[in-house]
Structures are given as structure tokens and as C-alpha cells.
């Protein structure tokens, strides 16, 4: 076996989470579902997802783009009712998703409006796409599962999305060295800062998940 080319060393504990939400503004708008595979040694040790009631209706877009409708949400759980148990599933643990700042800038603010000051350690696979594959134009999800050759799965549904990010890291794993990765990585591992809700909102991108 090359053993530069061997899976990556272990890095912390590291959960793949997606969100899907009813906008784009993480102070107007709230999560519909979440979704998150934990990873432990590049094995999968867990998957969790639920749908959210917003307590807030949402557009035919966004039921049509996810597949989630209001009525499937007006029976979920609040993000309030789930807070606790999701804290609990990735707290001190490295969160990894496409376009980070747009799931953690939502994840900030509803843990903010129960008056829980969330910060974790966030790695963004957009950047990581960028900095190893500095060619490539574009770095959405769409591009990269037909780039790498990725399983679609539930695709715009939670935990389908954080299966193929899970899966793209596991891929990068296999086509570069692994310090080359880990060095890339690490570069992006910095703690978060406590900048309040609307600073945190002025850096996100006006896109959905998914983007890039």
C-alpha cells in the first residue's frame, strides 16, 4: 500500500451535519430538518436526523426544493424540544459542512434565542474544495457529487446531504497524501468566534445550503 496515500490521520471527532431551512436569513428565517453522521477514525459510529417545526409557514420553493412540506413539520419537534439532545451529539466535536457558515450561522442563532452561547469548531468542504482543487470554478454540491463520482442519496434532504459530504471527505482521503489533507484541514480548524447573531449574519453568503 502507498502510505502516502492511506487514510488521513484521526482528527478529532468529526460530524458531517446538514440543515435545511426556510430561507437564507439565519435571523428571519428557521431550520426545517437537520441531519448529521458523527465519524470516529473515518468510521461512521452514528447518524441522527429530525424534522423541525419552524413555527413559521414556508414557500412552495422551498417544499419543492426539499421535499419537506408544512405539514410534515407541524407535528416535529421544535428546535427548542431537540436543543439538548443535539447539543449533547456534537458538543467538543468538529463540525464539517458545505458551505459552513451558512449552517452554523443558523445553528448560532437558534441556540441564541434560548440564550445558549453555541461555538464549536467548523470545517467548511467548500473551502477545503477550493484550496485542494484550486482549478475548479465551482465548488457547489451539485458540481462535486458529479466530479467525484459521489452517491446522490436524499438529495436536499438533511442527513442524504451530510452522507455525501461525509462521503467527498472520505474521497479526498483516498486522492490525496494525508498530510497534504491534514495540513489543509488543519488550517481551517480555528476556534469560532462569539461575535453576536447579526455580525455573524453580515459574513454569510446569500445562498441556500448547498451552494458554493
Not at 18 to 34: A, F, K, N, V, W
Not at 144 to 173: C, M, P, Q, W
Request: glycine share 6%.
Amino acid at each position: 500500500m502507498n502510505r502516502n496515500r492511506a487514510e488521513t490521520k484521526p482528527f478529532q471527532t468529526l460530524v458531517f451535519i446538514d440543515l435545511e431551512t426556510t430561507g437564507i436569513s439565519p435571523l428571519q428565517d428557521r431550520i426545517i430538518e437537520i441531519g448529521l453522521c458523527e465519524v470516529e477514525k473515518g468510521e461512521t459510529v452514528r447518524e441522527w436526523s429530525s424534522l423541525i417545526n419552524p413555527q413559521k409557514t414556508f414557500s412552495p420553493f422551498i417544499e419543492n426544493l426539499t421535499g419537506i412540506t408544512n405539514a410534515m413539520v407541524a407535528e416535529a419537534p421544535t428546535f427548542a424540544a431537540v436543543a439538548e439532545e443535539l447539543l449533547e451529539l456534537i458538543a467538543g466535536k468538529v463540525l464539517v459542512a458545505h458551505n459552513a457558515r451558512f449552517d452554523y450561522g443558523f445553528l448560532k442563532n437558534e441556540f441564541y434565542r434560548m440564550g445558549i452561547a453555541f461555538q464549536e469548531q467548523v470545517l467548511c468542504t467548500v473551502k477545503l474544495s477550493r484550496v485542494l482543487f484550486p482549478r475548479e470554478s465551482r465548488h457547489n454540491l451539485d458540481t462535486i457529487i458529479h466530479r467525484h463520482g459521489l452517491s446522490t442519496g436524499n438529495r436536499h434532504r438533511a442527513l442524504g446531504d451530510a452522507r455525501v459530504i461525509r462521503e467527498f471527505f472520505g474521497k479526498l482521503s483516498t486522492e490525496f497524501p494525508a498530510e497534504i489533507l491534514h495540513r489543509a484541514v488543519c488550517r481551517q480548524l480555528k476556534p469560532s468566534g462569539h461575535a453576536p447573531p447579526s455580525d455573524q449574519t453580515e459574513r454569510l453568503p446569500l445562498t441556500p445550503p448547498g451552494s458554493g
